[in-house]
């Protein structure tokens, strides 16, 4: 079977070895002999006019009717030997091993199961002759008409492997079944990919593995044109990167990482839900391959190709967890389920930048509900200390404060509150939804601080600290009383109090005729007592409900004219009784005489 021809790159050489015997020295030939299997690298005789058209004859005869014996003339002065073997040369070791041929016979010396593919004839044998038995005489074309495959072969024979045409016929040449019709094929897809750069030539290669034709089940083949897309991968068309795609198994490990950023680019801008897709596995080694590719991408690059379709985001930020950190990429995202992001863990700096990238409530709210909105309470909390904080950022309380237990640890826990914060948390909720069932109330612990802060509450976070006293959740309410009466009523009284801050404490007090309402300090008053009185409150917290002695007077007299109202003043009286500094005890002094007037 002359397996060990598979091995020699340049058989002709092996004709080196032959010799004309001489009886002077037959010693000789009882020495082995031997050569290089890869003995190739002398360079070929140059071929004349004489020699191109009869090799050019011979090579269109062989390989256009691949089935039939062809004959051809000794042509004095071509060297019929060498160009043959120069045909030899250029086979495969497949064909190489199956091609017969002989350069001197007179007659055709096939037999049954082992038919001659090549007989040279004797220049003055009759074309009669070589046509006799089914024999085809070798034919040349003119150079206009010679076909691409056919110029490939002849370039290559002056030049061998010049352009790596026997490295291709070797490899895709193991990888199918043909003989010497797979000849024109192979050549022209050679053709279509050795160093063209034109995207025709390379759909021809293309087409050629997506048809029915020879070459689409070789690997080999699909090999060779992923390797010629890669190698120029940044000018590659849709045509190319689909079958890039459609080949990925074929793109190594090695070659991956040496075209990674180029080829990644490329299909990330033609394919990035396909490539998306493919990064949740059809198969492991799919998914393994897309994960490569993913790698290659800049984070930059990742963003400006982001897709509408849904993401897997757990997979992609596997890849690039940078992203994490980058406003542009909670941006880009869409959130529908807290389990996208699973149990990535988020620094501070990435909460930030989930702060400042989101603009979408669907994915506002999701995202709250997977951080947690404590934490995003306190990131808040922290940004507003910044000199850069924007109150933009506060869009994001109104998803916070659905969890209101969340709430009350939040206003519970920070030690210097944040005015913008916690007006922006008050716009959002009732004042009786944060709940209060031991210790002080949040809220009272949270203006108290702000008060200490600024000297004073905005009248609005007054409103509402007092508003929340008259409600049923709160356990400070006279503390929150004697924190805002004085201050509202003094707004009230100047007409400083604006509508909506007002209506949130009207909804809270008795109703009064229409003609009595615009009378609020007088309202404000009454509910005061009412509360103080009625409930039984701390009696030492209504010691300084108002430090204006003219409004103090006032609200006694509001207190007294509820039913336990007298012996409530009293209580207070009394709680003053071991006072030592003079304003409490001047307090006292003016309870008493109060009292004592009353009776």
């Not at 290559?156 to 193991?174: K, S, V, Y």
Request: charged fraction near 25%; glycine fraction near 6%; include cysteine.
């Amino acid at each position: 079977e002359y397996a060990d021809l598979a091995t020699v790159i340049a058989p002709s050489r092996l004709a080196r070895l032959f010799s004309r015997p001489e009886s002077s020295s037959w010693s000789i030939y009882g020495v082995p002999t031997s050569m290089s299997v890869l003995d190739c690298d002398e360079p070929e005789p140059g071929l004349s006019l004489q020699d191109e058209k009869w090799l050019s004859a011979v090579l269109n005869t062989l390989y256009e009717s691949p089935r039939e014996r062809v004959a051809a003339k000794r042509d004095f002065p071509v060297s019929v030997e060498a160009l043959t073997l120069r045909i030899w040369d250029q086979q495969w070791p497949r064909l190489r091993r199956s091609f017969r041929f002989c350069t001197l016979t007179t007659k055709d010396r096939s037999m049954p199961g082992a038919v001659f593919d090549l007989q040279v004839l004797p220049s003055n044998e009759s074309s009669g002759r070589m046509r006799h038995a089914g024999v085809l005489e070798a034919t040349s074309s003119s150079d206009a008409s010679q076909p691409d495959w056919l110029r490939t072969l002849l370039e290559d024979a002056r030049q061998p492997n010049l352009d790596g045409l026997r490295d291709t016929l070797r490899m895709l040449g193991a990888d199918i079944l043909g003989g010497r019709e797979a000849m024109s094929t192979l050549c022209a897809f050679h053709r279509a990919i050795s160093g063209s750069t034109s995207p025709s030539d390379l759909h021809q290669a293309i087409a050629m593995l997506d048809g029915q034709g020879l070459l689409s089940r070789s690997d080999v083949a699909r090999t060779l044109v992923v390797e010629h897309i890669l190698s120029a991968v940044g000018d590659a068309d849709a045509i190319a990167v689909t079958f890039l795609w459609n080949n990925w198994r074929f793109i190594d490990t090695q070659r991956l990482r040496n075209s990674g950023a180029k080829l990644a680019t490329t299909l990330w801008r033609v394919f990035p839900e396909r490539l998306l897709a493919a990064l949740r596995g059809d198969t492991p080694e799919k998914a393994s391959w897309a994960a490569g590719i993913i790698n290659s991408l800049k984070a930059k690059e990742l963003l400006e190709g982001w897709p509408d379709a849904d993401v897997p985001l757990r997979f992609v930020l596997a890849c690039h967890p940078e992203l994490l950190d980058m406003p542009a990429f909670w941006n880009r995202i869409e959130l529908r389920s807290p389990n996208d992001l699973g149990d990535i863990k988020l620094s501070d700096v990435g909460v930030g930048a989930l702060i400042d990238g989101m603009d979408r409530s669907s994915t506002m709210s999701v995202a709250v509900q997977w951080l947690g909105p404590l934490r995003l309470l306190d990131a808040l909390h922290a940004r507003s200390q910044c000199t850069d904080w924007t109150p933009e950022d506060l869009r994001w309380v109104a998803y916070c404060v659905k969890d209101t237990a969340v709430v009350a640890e939040f206003l519970s826990q920070v030690q210097a509150p944040s005015m913008q914060v916690v007006q922006a948390l008050a716009s959002q909720l009732d004042p009786d939804t944060v709940p209060n069932q031991y210790g002080d109330d949040p809220w009272f612990t949270t203006l108290l601080k702000l008060r200490e802060a600024h000297g004073s509450l905005p009248p609005s976070l007054a409103a509402f600290g007092f508003a929340r006293a008259l409600g049923w959740s709160s356990r400070s309410v006279a503390e929150l009383l004697q924190m805002s009466f004085e201050q509202l009523h003094g707004a009230v009284s100047n007409s400083a109090l604006d509508d909506e801050a007002w209506q949130l404490i009207e909804r809270r007090l008795p109703w009064v005729p229409e003609d009595r309402r615009w009378n609020r300090g007088e309202r404000l008053r009454k509910i005061v007592a009412e509360v103080f009185v009625g409930r039984q409150l701390w009696p030492r917290a209504f010691v300084w409900m108002a430090e204006d002695t003219d409004l103090y007077i006032a609200l006694m007299k509001e207190a007294v004219e509820r039913w336990g109202g007298k012996r409530f003043l009293k209580s207070v009286e009394e709680s003053l009784e071991d006072a030592q500094d003079l304003p409490t005890q001047a307090r006292r002094e003016l309870i008493h005489r109060f009292l004592r007037r009353g009776r």
